[in-house]
T-cell receptor
């Protein structure tokens, strides 16, 4: 079955720098990959989706890359702000279907 | 649009008690899901539904039941609460339109079983 690996250690960066979060998967190549943001005590909020035939997707200060050879997605936040501090979840399709498998997430702290 | 709403926000149950977690969405989504999230863990799918009258088990269905009598509502029932069911429960919905996979989550229900 598909397994998702996200760095369980928190990422601490200085305001203004670029934050880069990693999502690795172990099995089949997903048809799509999503990134969600989760604030403490709240439900996840969808950020970006990238499909298997796309190498890169951007939305404002966010950028996602998808490397099916490395079985990895990178999530970048440029010009990071303290308000970007949250947990970021990677999610993949469940073998091409509409169901989604979620990673445990990486906590990001942006210091002013 | 209220999106996905869940009630209650918090609940403490004694072992063996029962309760229903309510979930409603107003986006006319066909797909609905129930997840549980334990500390430091990813979301685990409990049950899902592809439309009114149709439900199916997810990864961790034991100890839970669901029903889907309308498009809007997808309640989750715990029949005999156990300490292992202490968790945060999230309901989500998504569109069935081709290529539309993003899920919309409710605010969650924090359940403690003692």
């Amino acid at each position: 079955s598909q397994k998702i690996e996200q760095n369980s250690e928190a990422l601490n960066i200085q305001e203004g720098k670029t934050a880069t979060l990693t999502c690795n998967y172990t099995n089949y190549s997903p048809a799509y990959l999503q990134w969600y943001r989760q604030d403490p005590g709240r439900g996840p909020v969808f950020l970006l989706l990238i499909r298997e035939n796309e190498k890169e997707k951007r939305k404002e200060r966010l950028k996602v890359t998808f490397d099916t050879t490395l079985k990895q997605s990178l999530f970048h936040i440029t010009a990071s702000q303290p308000a970007d501090s949250a947990t970021y979840l990677c999610a993949l399709d469940d073998d091409g279907g509409f169901k989604t498998i979620f990673g445990a997430g990486t906590r990001l702290f942006v210091k002013a | 649009n209220a999106g996905v709403t869940q009630t209650p926000k918090f609940r403490i149950l004694k072992i063996g008690q029962s309760m229903t977690l309510q979930c409603t969405q107003d986006m006319n989504h066909n797909y609905m899901y129930w997840y549980r999230q334990d500390p430091g863990m990813g979301l685990k799918l409990i049950y899902y539904s592809v439309g009114a009258g149709i439900t199916d088990k997810g990864e961790v269905p034991n100890g839970y039941n669901v029903s889907r009598s309308t498009t809007e509502d997808f309640p989750l029932r715990l029949e005999l609460a156990a300490p292992s069911q202490t968790s945060v429960y999230f309901c989500a919905s998504s569109s069935s339109e081709a290529g539309s996979y993003e899920q919309y989550f409710g605010p969650g229900t924090r359940l403690t079983v003692t």
